[in-house]
């Protein structure tokens, strides 16, 4: 058995040495040189590398556009912040350009808290009908029901619904 293991392993060996000098041998590495060449010729490698730069453009443009987005609605709620604190500040003070403005958004600020009130409003009458039950039955009418359909001779089965 060692010597079929023998065999073989210096058969691999010998297989793969010679493997090792026809790829390091002139002509593969000619062969080699020429596909290289031809490509690079022909303009593949070009075209290959102009796209692969094209996309790693347009992933460049892409990142900085999400970055860019970021930064305008960062800039936005802080403008927005300053707006308020400059409302607030000043309330019932506006000068020049602001007066519209300051007239406007408490017009608009009455409009939502009158929309609030409402909302409040509508919320704790739904809150108040909930306590109240559905239906009103009391258990002497279901019993009254349940004799009367006994007296008609009618009975229900558990998959029958109501008969008339």
Do not use: C, W
């Amino acid at each position: 058995m060692a010597d079929i293991k023998d065999i073989l392993s210096d058969t691999l060996s010998s297989l793969a040495d010679k493997a090792r000098d026809l790829a390091g041998s002139g002509p593969v590495k000619d062969a080699v040189g020429k596909i290289r060449e031809t490509a690079e010729s022909s303009g593949v490698a070009g075209v290959y590398a102009q796209g692969a730069e094209r996309a790693k453009a347009y992933a460049r443009i892409a990142k900085l556009r999400f970055e860019l987005n970021g930064q305008n609605t960062e800039l936005g709620r802080v403008y927005a912040e300053i707006g308020r604190q400059y409302f607030e500040e000043n309330r019932g003070r506006g000068q020049g350009i602001f007066v519209p403005l300051f007239s406007q958004a408490e017009r608009i600020t009455e409009e939502i808290h009158a929309r609030q009130e409402e909302i409040d409003a509508l919320k704790s009458a739904v809150e108040a009908a909930r306590t109240e039950p559905d239906i009103s039955v009391e258990i002497d009418d279901f019993e009254q029901i349940v004799n009367a359909t006994e007296a008609d001779g009618t009975q229900l089965g558990p998959d029958d619904g109501p008969q008339t």
